[in-house]
Nanobody
């Protein structure tokens, strides 16, 4: 079994910053891509940013220049530094990891709420 545990969400004013963390644990041989997704009420879940085991990254357009994804492979942890937050960034943020533990499967975290409001 593999578990992903997220932390770091909360309420922040527009223009503020938050740092999300997601730690993977359990029966893990290897992790390929890790990513952050978000889902706002009434909307589909969307990719925010992703990072490969080698450090290659990609971002949705609205996150470029404001968000930074990084990872610590030794700790099986992925981070999302979010700066210059806007009300439209409000959503539940989920991490996802593509894990090899005998076969390749992807796992989701439980989600962490990010609310940007004055």
């Amino acid at each position: 079994q593999v578990q992903l545990v997220e932390s770091g969400g909360g309420l922040v004013q527009p223009g503020g910053s938050l740092r999300l963390s997601c730690a993977a644990s359990g029966s893990i041989f290897s992790i390929n891509a890790m990513g952050w997704y978000r889902q706002a009420p009434g909307k589909q879940r969307e990719l925010v940013a992703a990072i490969t085991s080698g450090g290659s990254t990609n971002y949705r357009d609205s996150a470029k220049g404001r968000f930074t994804i990084s990872r610590d492979n030794a700790k099986n942890t992925v981070y999302l530094q979010m700066n210059s937050l806007k009300p439209e960034d409000t959503a539940v943020y989920y991490c996802r990891a593509d894990v090899y533990s005998g076969s390749w499967l992807y796992y989701w975290g439980q989600g962490t709420q990010v609310t940007v409001s004055s």
